[in-house]
């Protein structure tokens, strides 16, 4: 089984989605394994799928800038021609540094600023696709992928947006390599 | 001791650090940005060092294209289906001779579907020939419009009849190469030349049958 297969399946967002809603339980809820160190392993867990997210959806444009930018012109034509190489070849390294920052916990929470950002555009991309009926594989994890894009699609990002908010404002979790986030209790 | 008390030790600054909800803060921004600029230099540095990688151009729009557009030309008149003639042309003065594209007609996807089912004008397929071999319309000709020099001469005896219609199509959006190749047919004597405007990605949407390889 490829790491694309686990990312494309929905059982990542529904783990996402639980994570969430076990995060929002821990911190407005009862306490759970003595509070606070529940919370940060859930809030590791969130920062460590949000990574492996970004990195796993880098993975597969990386390579092959020519093809995503031929998906971008036909999928997203609302990037200008003249934007769209720029567009083709910095956004999946910037995915790819992100992510790793997330795994690695080394200023992950600029990361976590930027998966929000880069999950806020992806949204508006899709509703800006289904709105004017451009029926296209979304180029998501993988770009030749047979799935098109649809409601659900939407949704899994603003799911996924959830998630980065969440790692965003928190204070952070376990095995960071950032001093600021590191456990010292 | 006193020490201690005045100035916060390590631990202290950590959870002053630590404290939940203090977005959007400058080291987060400062953060973000960082990352942000590393990629991109890396992305563009690979990009020229990769082997596959692709040619970064950047062309910021001219202010004058602009101009032309706030002067707007009257709309096009649908003569018979799908067949656009353009309205009573007004001249803006120019700085440079562009394409004259308001010359060429254009073709919707209903008159290209209908012009297709009657078998009534010759397609002519201005893209790459790898892209041409991996679909056409059927019955297109390749005329890859960026090397008009070594393709036209292949392609005008294929067309004997310069009455013929031609509609030339190509990525469509604002692709230029059916414009070229349509430009020209239009100068090599052929009267009526028109561009699919939709080009292959209507054509593709549409549901009408393609053909794949080489032949037309």
């Known amino acids: 089984m490829k790491l ?6 929905k059982t990542l967002t529904f783990a996402g989605a639980g994570l969430t809603a076990f995060w929002c339980w821990v911190r407005f809820g009862q306490p759970f394994f003595g ?21 796993g959806a880098s993975l597969d444009k990386l390579g092959d800038p020519a093809h995503f930018s031929k998906l971008i012109s036909q999928c997203y034509d609302f990037i200008p021609a003249s934007l769209n190489p720029l567009t083709a070849v910095v956004v999946p390294w910037l995915e ?35 709105n004017h009926g451009i029926d296209c594989n979304c180029g998501c994890f993988k770009m030749d992928s047979p799935e098109k894009m649809s409601w659900w699609t939407l949704a899994r990002d603003i799911g996924f947006l959830a998630m980065g908010f969440i790692v965003l404002v928190s204070p952070g979790g376990y095995a960071a390599l950032d001093r600021s986030t590191s456990l010292n209790s | 001791m006193e020490t201690m008390a005045i100035k916060p030790s390590k631990t202290e600054l950590k959870q002053v650090s630590e404290t939940p909800f203090n977005f959007p803060d400058r080291e987060t921004l400062r953060q973000a940005w960082n990352i942000f600029v590393f990629s991109s230099i890396f992305a563009v540095l690979f990009n020229a060092f990769y082997s596959d990688g692709i040619e970064l151009k950047f062309t910021p729009p001219k202010p004058f294209h602009i101009m032309d557009r706030l002067k707007q030309d009257p709309p096009a008149v649908e003569t018979s289906p799908g067949w656009k003639t353009p309205g009573p042309k007004v001249v803006h003065p120019r700085p440079a001779p562009t394409l004259a594209a308001d010359q060429i007609p254009r073709v919707s996807l209903m008159g290209v579907e209908n012009r297709f089912d009657k078998k009534s004008c010759v397609f002519l397929d201005a893209r790459k020939p790898e892209e041409y071999k991996e679909g056409h319309i059927p019955g297109a000709l390749n005329l890859f419009a960026n090397d008009l020099d070594k393709n036209l001469p292949l392609v005008i005896p294929q067309l004997p009849d310069r009455g013929r219609e031609i509609i030339a199509y190509c990525h469509g959006g604002d692709c230029d ?31 009408y049958p393609i053909a794949k390889g080489e032949t037309p």
């Open chain 1, 96 to 130: 790819f540094f992100a992510g790793v920052s997330l795994l690695l916990g080394r200023k992950w929470r600029g990361a976590a600023f930027l998966f929000c950002g880069l999950m806020v555009l992806y949204s508006l991309a899709i509703l800006w696709d289904l």
């Open chain 1, 4 to 9: 694309e297969d686990i990312l494309n399946d």
């Open chain 1, 35 to 55: 509070g606070k160190n529940g919370e940060k392993a859930v809030l590791t867990l969130l920062r460590l799928a949000c990574g492996l997210l970004l990195t």
């Open chain 2, 177 to 207: 190469l059916s414009l070229l190749a349509a430009k020209a047919l239009r100068d090599a004597g052929y009267t009526k030349v028109g561009i699919f405007d939709g080009g292959w990605p209507d054509w593709k949407k549409s549901g």
